[in-house]
């Protein structure tokens, strides 16, 4: 298959402004098809789903057409697809509605390798049902998180594992199948947070043994929206909050409100968008994104390679992690500034990247850069080229003075 880069940066407006967009870890731009279904769904005419009238109608048709689009993605089922704002927001939502079913002597296994919104939920949920909470620990200075350690932290008293399919700063990405079976051999439900990995490479969360999986379509170039997707069976046994009048179906239960669905339809074309990366021609649009995805994770790994490769040639940078199985994120401190500091000397160059802790809080944490600013994260996606490297590198490279 054919990955030609300059065509699929022609497909975004937004990366014509002459800013080398290593931000993408953060959020992705949006395609021009993905801006004109936005557009298109509010110039047809929208109602709130489940009336009579046409409007109402052409809500409902989007609503079930990105479910689709997610379950294609993801490796899911349609029925079993979650829609809300954003993962955060849905993981607060679930882990109420799970731990209802905990008390003392639970416990649930949480991981400093993951970013917060799929630690501090589950902790919260535990201390209000006076359940105990794991950690599963971050080998350092690697950034692996070993799964062998799941052996010892998994009893018959789990009730859940939440563990990342991809650190959002070191971009490891454990051996989430390990994982997930040690909790389902002892009977423990498992949380997948695939918000970080969904861009970089194919996603079958059947293979990971994901009994959830939380994704977030703005950094897969689409629109502020988050999705949960899960065993339509498994959801029918969770019991959420909701308002009386709304649908107790599944997924419609765990939706509180009204969905944004102008935004769903920027979802479905951003899955189409991603099915078209990389000239896959034939298949089921699942085939053609397994394709593609496969394709824009072997662009971003030879990218990162020279990325990787220069800012450890630099006597001047210090970057943090090497895991075996990674995404394209780099994460580095430059000597003598801040991580701030770099940032904001970087943007003077049209150059866009992220500082901070990037809320991988306990990680930072535990690699003990927290209180200085944590570090400089510059993320590679599948529409990055050679040149946005090439201008980081060179930048980088100026601060040595
Ligand atoms: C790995 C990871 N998990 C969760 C989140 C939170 O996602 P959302 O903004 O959809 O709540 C992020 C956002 O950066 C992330 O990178």
């Given amino acids: 298959m054919t990955f030609d880069v300059s065509k699929v940066r022609a497909a975004y407006p937004a990366l014509a402004d002459g800013y080398a967009y290593l931000d993408g870890a953060a959020g992705t731009q949006l395609p021009e098809a993905v801006i004109d279904a936005i557009g298109g769904a509010y110039r047809a005419g929208l109602g709130n789903g489940g009336g009579a009238f046409p409007a109402s109608g052409r809500s409902d048709q989007i609503t079930a057409e990105c479910r689709a689009a997610v379950a294609d993605l993801t490796g899911g089922e349609p029925a079993g697809v979650i829609l809300g704002p954003n993962m955060t927001t849905l993981t607060f939502r679930l882990a109420a509605a799970l731990a209802a079913g905990w008390g003392p002597g639970d416990e649930v296994i949480v991981t400093r390798l993951d970013h917060d919104a799929n630690v501090r939920p589950w902790v919260s949920a535990a201390a209000r049902a006076g359940a105990t909470v794991r950690w599963a620990e971050v080998e350092l200075p690697a950034g692996e998180l070993p799964a062998g350690q799941f052996r010892e932290l998994v009893t018959d008293r789990t009730r859940l594992v939440a563990v ?167 994460f580095f401190t430059v000597a003598g500034r801040t991580p701030r500091q770099v940032a904001e000397y970087l943007a003077a160059r049209r150059i866009n990247v992220w500082d901070g802790d990037n809320y991988a809080w306990e990680l930072t944490g535990a690699l003990g850069i927290r209180a200085a600013g944590s570090a400089v994260r510059a993320g590679l996606v599948h529409y990055n080229d050679r040149e946005d490297v090439g201008r980081l590198l060179a930048a980088v490279a100026d601060l040595a003075s």
């Fill in 164 to 330: 990342t399919a991809a650190s959002n700063v070191l971009g490891t990405r454990p051996d989430v199948a390990s994982i997930t079976a040690i909790a389902r051999a002892a009977g423990a439900l498992s949380y997948v947070d695939g918000v970080h990995a969904t861009p970089h490479g194919p996603t079958d969360m059947r293979a990971l043994g994901a009994d959830f999986y939380a994704t977030s379509a703005y950094k897969w170039s689409g629109p502020h929206v988050g999705a949960v997707v899960a065993d339509p069976g498994l959801l029918e046994s969770i019991r959420p909050d909701k308002v009386t009048p709304a649908p107790d179906t599944v997924p419609e239960r765990f939706e509180q409100g009204t969905l944004p669905y102008a935004d769903l339809a920027g979802v479905t074309a951003a899955v189409e968008h991603l099915a078209g990366i990389g000239d896959a021609a034939a298949g089921t649009r699942r085939e053609r994104l397994l394709a593609a995805m496969t394709a824009a994770q072997e662009h971003e790994a030879q990218l990162f390679a020279v990325l990787l490769g220069g800012l450890a040639a630099m006597p001047h940078v210090t970057t943090y992690g090497r895991a075996r199985s990674r995404t394209a994120t780099a």
